[in-house]
């Protein structure tokens, strides 16, 4: 993310807290018009999206895009099935990935790369509750550490 002229979207916390991410993708995706102008107002959800792989296609499901407030008849469907684009050796190498024991793959954030929309997928594996027990101990470590060492230095 350390690309010049990336604006975000939608993020996705909730998949860094129920899945470790195992490897990081860029997609374009497949918008009408009225989606794209909607997304430059920022009304986009993709906490409960999910990708799947048909017929040598990646889609996205349960991407929510508002609908334009002056798009009319133009605007589309806001849960609709949305196409992932990428490429066809990078789709196979995620299919053959997915069919792994516990490999998933997740939206995790939406953003403009200049006047392009992407959508960063990663490959994730699920956590046990205890990890993410653990994961929140340290969190908690961290921030107590952080706090301490403000509290010195002031």
Known sequence: MAKAG????????????????????EAGIVLHGTEVKSLRMGKCSIKEAFIRVENGEMYIYGMHISPYEKGNIFNKDPLRVRKLLLHKKEILKIFGKMKEQGITVVPLQVYFSGSLVKLEIGLAKGKKLYDKRDDIAKKDQKREAQREFKIKNV
Request: charged fraction near 30%.
């Open 6 to 25: 990336i604006k975000l979207i939608a993020n996705n916390k909730k998949a860094y807290h129920d899945y470790f991410i195992l490897e990081k993708y």
